[in-house]
T-cell receptor, first 113, second 113 residues
Framework: NAGVTQTPKFQVLKTGQSMTLQCAQDMNHEYMSWYRQDPGMGLRLIHYSVGAGITDQGEVPNGYNVSRSTTEDFPLRLLSAAPSQTSVYFC????????????FGQGTRLTVV | AQKVTQAQTEISVVEKEDVTLDCVYETRDTTYYLFWYKQPPSGELVFLIRRNSFDEQNEISGRYSWNFQKSTSSFNFTITASQVVDSAVYFCALGQAGTALIFGKGTTLSVSS
């Protein structure tokens, strides 16, 4: 039972490079979301999706793009990485939005130099 | 707008002490859910409890207990007889319709032997 799978686990980027953080879930969950975790800041919502084809911005969306073409996948794209995007990124999925717990991936530690 | 405040940034206790982690939330909705998650040093996020806005009964699970009070918009978490394995970052979160969970900044609990 894989749950929520994030890849890669670690990544180092140079400023200006682009990359995609992958997130896949095998629980047929409608809701998926991306958070970033920084020291003292908790988990801040970047983007979320309530179903295939539907995405919306969270608290800190600038510099990130998302799409949801399938129920299973919710990739997060950094178009031009900046040092301020150095963080740990978590992907989460849940079955019913507000009233079910979110299941999290193991996280991606991204460093932008 | 919805918001979750965990005023305690860090708490240090000695084993067997009881400790309470505070959580205060803000929302205009009458229907919402509250959550607690644990993040041990290994980094994964572990679901602890979910509570809906219509159920103010306190809940106890082993050494863990939760006190939900709508009158003060609080959802506090108490660990009785703390153990070293309880050392972690604890997050309180708010769930509402149509959006992803909103997290507080977390409380780091250190339990020493």
């Amino acid at each position: 039972n894989a749950g929520v799978t994030q890849t890669p686990k670690f990544q180092v980027l140079k400023t200006g490079q682009s990359m995609t953080l992958q997130c896949a879930q095998d629980m047929n969950h409608e809701y998926m979301s991306w958070y970033r975790q920084d020291p003292g800041m908790g988990l801040r919502l970047i983007h979320y999706s309530v179903g295939a084809g539907i995405t919306d911005q969270g608290e800190v969306p600038n510099g990130y793009n998302v799409s949801r073409s399938t129920t299973e996948d919710f990739p997060l794209r950094l178009l031009s990485a900046a040092p301020s995007q150095t963080s740990v990124y978590f992907c989460a999925s849940s079955a019913g939005g507000m009233n079910t717990e979110a299941f999290f991936g193991q996280g991606t530690r991204l460093t932008v130099v | 707008a919805q918001k979750v405040t965990q005023a305690q940034t860090e708490i240090s206790v000695v084993e067997k002490e009881d400790v309470t982690l505070d959580c205060v939330y803000e929302t205009r909705d009458t229907t919402y859910y509250l959550f607690w998650y644990k993040q041990p040093p290994s980094g994964e996020l572990v679901f602890l409890i979910r509570r809906n806005s219509f159920d103010e009964q306190n809940e106890i699970s082993g050494r863990y207990s939760w006190n939900f009070q709508k009158s003060t918009s609080s959802f506090n978490f108490t660990i009785t007889a703390s153990q070293v394995v309880d050392s972690a970052v604890y997050f309180c979160a708010l769930g509402q319709a149509g959006t992803a969970l909103i997290f507080g900044k977390g409380t780091t609990l250190s339990v020493s032997s």
